[in-house]
């Protein structure tokens, strides 16, 4: 039968889940990338390095996609675009700026139009991979989210018009969209040179996963599955089920070559995972990902992201040199990698991230609104 669900104005399930999105890039960064890998057993190393070959790319989607979720579902009606670009502003570009001055210090320079670019966030829109992952590398997902929030105001106004039974193949759109893309990097972008090892051109990378407008459509489609989700159409697909068809699935990401595997592969699991995710949070059956502790996690997760680069590429060569370790010493250095990127971050996030949040990113204080009641098939 049908039943009321009462849905929440936050969603501490999501923000639970962005903690273990951001552990999944440094274990990316930490086992895939040479001069920072700390294994003298090569074949080892070589068996954690694919394995983890797609989890980057994964957790990228996924924040796009939940991105463009969270920012639906909290959109107020008495919002303004200045106000939503404040809170947007102050929330982002304080972390941004400290690390970007930490790793111009620590890890070098870079051409000052380069570091300038870094800084203002529209190094993504340049198509070259070293400008693209310049300064602090993971900084060019922030430059296609400043994009994003830019154009936000704009396509949220229509994206609430759609009709209802009409946003299942707004949504579907989405998805086509964004699994296009790959097909249109090869027929588009020039074919040389090639990145060794993933044959692949360098501008076909690019095209696929820096190019702000060729990942619009997995914020879109966050946008759009908020919308589902809201108005009770969410297929009747538990948490547990979304985390199994991602795990399931991951296997099968690892052998699909790229510039497909970037996003096309993983898309339709982090869509499930971000649209069931928000169910069980309104059917209050999520228990461990809205947990004190994961929230708590969650809440430090984007301060972890900006500042975990500092860790691996200079904490790493400053103190170890290139010195390569047995492979239990090596696993216990990768995980005092990530509880120092998680201390480090915990430093960042209260001493610059929540005070700045909290004393600029709105002019008054905003009242909280009465969650509204939807309904969802539930037996």
């Known amino acids: 039968?049908?039943?009321?669900?009462?849905l929440p104005e936050r969603l501490p399930s999501l923000t639970g889940l962005r903690f273990f999105g951001a552990i999944a890039v440094i274990l990316f960064h930490a086992l895939c990338l040479p001069?920072?890998?700390?294994?003298?057993?090569?074949k080892v190393n070589g068996i954690l390095a694919f394995l983890v070959s797609?989890?980057?790319f994964v957790s990228v989607t996924f924040f796009f996609i939940l991105s463009g979720f969270v920012l639906t579902w909290s959109a107020r009606d008495d919002d303004t675009p200045r106000k939503f670009w404040r809170r947007r502003f102050f929330r982002i570009f304080p972390n941004h700026a400290v690390m970007w001055a930490a790793c111009l210090l620590l890890l070098g320079g870079a051409p000052v139009w380069v570091a300038l670019l870094n800084l203002l966030l529209v190094q993504s829109w340049v198509p070259n991979l070293r400008v693209a992952s310049s300064v602090n590398i993971v900084t060019w997902s922030l430059s296609c989210e400043l994009f994003f929030y830019a154009i936000f105001p704009f396509l949220l106004r229509p994206i609430k018009r759609i009709a209802r039974a009409r946003l299942w193949f707004w949504t579907?759109?989405?998805?086509?969209?964004?699994l296009v893309v790959p097909f249109l990097a090869v027929v588009l972008m020039p074919g040389e040179p090639k990145i060794p090892v993933i044959n692949v051109s360098t501008y076909q990378y690019w095209f696929s996963y820096n190019f702000p407008i060729a990942r619009l459509g997995e914020f879109l489609l966050g946008m759009l599955l908020a919308r589902v989700v809201r108005e009770g159409l969410w297929i009747r697909l538990p948490l547990w089920g979304a985390l199994t068809i991602l795990g399931v699935s991951y296997f099968g990401m690892l052998a699909v070559p790229l510039p497909y595997g970037v996003v096309a592969a993983e898309v339709i699991p982090c869509a499930l995972l971000v649209a069931a995710a928000a169910m069980a949070e309104a059917q209050g059956t999520?228990?461990?990902?809205g947990s004190r502790l994961s929230l708590w996690l969650g809440n430090i997760s984007y301060a972890l992201f900006m500042s975990h680069a500092i860790v691996l590429y200079w904490g790493r060569p400053f103190f170890l040199g290139d010195q390569k370790f047995s492979t239990p010493v090596a696993l216990g250095l990768v995980a005092l990698a990530v509880a120092l990127s998680i201390l480090l971050a915990w430093v960042l996030y209260v001493t610059v991230e929540r005070p700045i949040v909290r004393r600029w990113s709105t002019s008054t204080a905003v009242r909280p609104q009465p969650a509204p009641v939807v309904t969802s098939s539930a037996t």
């Open 286 to 289: 999520n228990r461990f990902f």
């Open 1 to 6: 039968m049908t039943l009321p669900v009462r």
């Open 172 to 178: 579907l759109g989405a998805l086509v969209a964004v």
């Open 35 to 42: 001069p920072i890998t700390v294994f003298q057993d090569e």
């Open 54 to 56: 797609k989890i980057g």
